[in-house]
C-alpha cells in the first residue's frame, strides 16, 4: 500500500511528456526522473494538492505527522545533493543538456537542478547563457537564473524575476536595473506576464526599489 501511495503522488505529479521525440532517450528519462523527484519534495511542501494530506505524507515517508516536515526537508536535501552530482556530471559529458538532445520540456530539467545550488550559479550560467542563444533553452529559463545570480551578488536583477524578504519577513522584489523598461525586457526574454504579474504571483505588491532603499531598511 505504501509503495502505491508513493507511485500515485509521482504521477499526479509527473513531468509533462516531450513535445517530440528525443535523440537520446536514455538521457532524457534520467534528466526526467531526476527532475521529477527535485519537484517531488517541493510540492511535499508548498503544492496544496499534497499539503492538504499529511496523513498519507507521513505514512509514504513512514513518520510520525508531527515530523513530517523535517522528514521532507531531510529527503529533499539528500535528494538535492545526488542529482546535483549526476548533472554536473551530466554537463561535463554533453555540455547543457538543450533541446536538440534531449526535446522539450526535459531541456529543463538540469535547469531545475543548478537553480538549488546557488554556489555553482556562476559556474554554469555562461552554459546556460550560451544554450538559450542557441534556442537549446527558454530564454525566459537562463534571464530568471541571472536575476538570481545577481541578487545574490547584491546588484540589481535585470528581469524583474526574484523577490526577497525584509528583516520583518515581509517580501518585496528586488531592486531593478531601469525598472521603467523591465516589462520590455520580460516580453522579449519570453515572459508571459509583466513584473507586476509575476509579483503577485509571488504574493508580493510590486514596488520599484533601488539598492539603496534594500539598505535602509528598518533592522
Known amino acids: 500500500m505504501k509503495n502505491l501511495l508513493y507511485v500515485a503522488l509521482l504521477s499526479g505529479l509527473a513531468w509533462p511528456a516531450a513535445a517530440q521525440i528525443s535523440p537520446n532517450l536514455r538521457l532524457k528519462h534520467e534528466l526526467d526522473s531526476l527532475c521529477e523527484v527535485d519537484q517531488l519534495y517541493r510540492a511535499m511542501l508548498f503544492d496544496p494538492r499534497l499539503t492538504r494530506r499529511p496523513d498519507s505524507l507521513a505514512k509514504v515517508l513512514g513518520v510520525a505527522k508531527d515530523q513530517l516536515n523535517q522528514a521532507i526537508m531531510t529527503h529533499m536535501v539528500r535528494t538535492d545533493a545526488t542529482n546535483l552530482a549526476r548533472v554536473q556530471a551530466i ?50 529559463r537562463y534571464a530568471t537564473m541571472l536575476d538570481r545570480q545577481l541578487m545574490f551578488e547584491g546588484k540589481e536583477q535585470v528581469y524583474g524575476t526574484q523577490a526577497r524578504s525584509d528583516p520583518h519577513n515581509t517580501y518585496f522584489i528586488w531592486p531593478i536595473q531601469q525598472p521603467a523598461q523591465v516589462n520590455q525586457r520580460r516580453k522579449q526574454a519570453g515572459f508571459t506576464t509583466t ?25
Open 91 to 140: 554537463l561535463t559529458q554533453y555540455g547543457y543538456p538543450g533541446r536538440s538532445l534531449v526535446g522539450i520540456p526535459t531541456n529543463e530539467a538540469a535547469w531545475y537542478v543548478i537553480q538549488h545550488a546557488p554556489a555553482l550559479i556562476p559556474q554554469y550560467l555562461p552554459l546556460m547563457k550560451a544554450a538559450a542563444e542557441a534556442g537549446e533553452l527558454p530564454f525566459s
Open 195 to 219: 513584473v507586476e504579474e509575476n509579483a503577485a504571483r509571488l504574493h508580493v505588491i510590486y514596488k520599484a526599489l533601488t539598492l539603496a532603499d534594500v539598505a535602509n531598511m528598518p533592522q
